[in-house]
């Protein structure tokens, strides 16, 4: 591996570009789908979502749905109509505000005793570029900390593949 380092940086590069920079989009429990028998708790454990991520909840049609519903709901699975429920089977659900989000099947008893349920928390996007402004002095201060975080996160992905 040493003996290709512009191999690393390239590799580390591209890390950080899919990770960072460009949105993630997360299959619900990934090959599980969005089913019964998911612990979907231990699925998010791992996972940073953030503002512009989106959530792909794939299930049979007609077997289950998706339902976003406030921490109460969640809690106690209620199911309610108003928030519109999602049924392709293949719903996918762009997380377009920060904070805490929730999901659950609105199926039978699925969210009860199937423990159909999703609580992720989004960031704010902190690395995008702020809005176009008229102060140019301000994108100048923020160029700074973007360049400098991201030379932080390329040497944390060589370090990562070096060890
Ligand atoms: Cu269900």
Same mark, same amino acid.
């Given at each position: 591996m040493a003996s290709a380092p512009s191999t690393i940086v390239f590799i580390a590069t591209l890390i950080v570009l899919t990770t960072s920079i460009s949105s993630m989009e997360y299959i619900v429990? /990934?090959?599980?789908?969005? +089913?019964?028998?998911? +612990?979907y708790t231990t699925w998010a454990k791992d996972k940073v979502f953030f503002v512009g991520d989106t959530l792909v909840f794939n299930y049979a049609p007609g077997t289950h749905n998706v339902m976003k519903v406030n921490g109460t709901g969640f809690q106690q699975c209620i199911v309610t109509s108003s928030n519109g429920t999602l049924t392709s089977g293949r719903d996918v659900i762009s997380l377009q505000t920060p904070g805490r989000k929730w999901y659950i099947c609105g199926v039978l008893k699925h969210c009860e005793l199937g423990n159909m349920k999703l609580v992720i928390t989004v960031l704010p996007q902190t690395m995008a570029p702020a809005p =176009? =402004?008229? /102060?140019?002095s301000a994108s100048t201060k923020i160029a700074v900390p973007t360049i400098y975080g991201f030379v932080i996160a390329l040497f944390g992905s060589i370090l990562l593949l070096v060890v």
């Open positions: 429990g /990934d090959e599980g789908g969005w +089913n019964l028998k998911v +612990n =176009s =402004s008229q /102060d140019t």
